[in-house]
């Protein structure tokens, strides 16, 4: 049944492959049960309800994504715009947090619209070749990056212009700034790094040795390491549904996010979204091998009808824009190919509802390596790019690099894209940019200048 329902034989993976990779992807996006939660309580929502709308937005649009679209992509509340929500939406601007959800609805349904009538397919055909694999290199710096800053290995001492805290509230759209990164590598003091280390040399060693399920026997040996360490915390440990009381079930306010003062929180969620969920869904599907085959553009329409009624359905609940998760590719690398990967995400998302402090107690060092291994996995990409023609290369090279150092995915394509029309331009060869390309260059332009 299994097999008839996700084509396993087709797609060269067995049942035991996808549920190992399932549960690879959940371990690694198991932070945001712990983190998303405590973002929200700062714009006054109850931990709890946030805790319950994580668990039933990520486990149902996660398997509707496996089940619709057969991916092995897994989806959650966006880290990024669940920033943006609190910092710049309810607290800088005094929003309430009923009509920030009622914003994320509205951009949903716009999302959706522009799936309907297949704007967001199109961008499949309109972004180059050499920007597609720029996307995947890019991402894996990106995620390489946050893996190092988990292991304490890189951190942010001097900022010039916005915080990185502005950055990731943000996404990042908005602002070009610079840091100075300190590069501690003598901080093997710090238990954190030490435990980071010795997960990225035992996960190493596993996928050298071609050892099934590396990643996922990476973390949870490291994890167990991190017991003596004093990082994993086993007396945290307890079963049980939370609190249902208090629950943020439909309280979004629809109208007050159609008001025109809201338009521009109204932009900026679409715009991310288009752009982090067209970066996420290139770069996965490149990775499981799906993006080159027939019948890929259909599959990743699916894709984002499911993230876009997931957005509505994440913001009824009381979550922030629910999107495809980069952690994804971790699952993909321990040999996720199919729907059955995300179903296996989804319910134990679903699951955490009673089993919430096993997976908490995870410690960030056991996950950090995996993120860490990315980088290595991806950037084979990089060959795919015409770096001798720089019409070509300057794009490439900015999508990569500003992706890391801004900390976003949405900068880093806007860049590329922006930079391509230039040089193609100015070169003579306009004739070979897609129309859409001209377009997104001119909504890059109005973000930056008006939406800032």
Known sequence: MLNKIFKLDRNATTVTTELLAGLTTFITMAYILAVMPTILADAGMNKEAVFFATCLGAGFVSIAMGLFANLPVALGPSLGLGAYFVSVVTQANGIPWQTALGAV??????????????????????????????????????????????????EVVTHVGPSLDAINASSGVAHLAFFEWNLNLSSFSNPDTLLVFIGLAITSVFVAANVRGAVLLGIVITTLIGIPLGLTNIHNVHFGLPSWQNLNIGALDIRGALNFSMSSIVFTFVFVGLMDTFGTLISTTHKAGILDKPGSKRIIGRAMLVDSIGSCFGAFLGSPTLTEYLESIVGISAGGRTGLTSVTTGMLF?????????????????????????????????????????????????????????YSIANGISAGITFYVLLKVVTGKWRVVHWLMYVLTALIVLRFVYFS
Do not use: C, W, Y
Request: proline share 5%; no cysteine; glycine share 6%.
């Open 350 to 406: 679903l699951l955490s509802l009673f089993l919430s402090s096993l997976f908490i107690i995870i410690p960030n060092a056991a996950t950090a390596p995996a993120l860490i291994l990315l980088g290595a996995f991806m950037l084979s990409s990089v060959h795919n790019i015409d770096f001798k023609d720089f019409s070509e290369g300057m794009p490439a090279f900015l999508t990569i690099i500003l992706m890391p150092l801004t």
């Open 105 to 154: 609805f509205v951009s949903g349904i716009i999302l959706f619209v522009l799936t309907a009538v297949r704007i967001r397919q199109i961008l499949v055909d309109a972004i180059p070749s050499s920007l597609k694999h720029a996307l995947t290199v890019g991402i894996g710096f990106f995620i390489t990056f946050i893996g190092l800053r988990m292991s304490h290995l890189i």
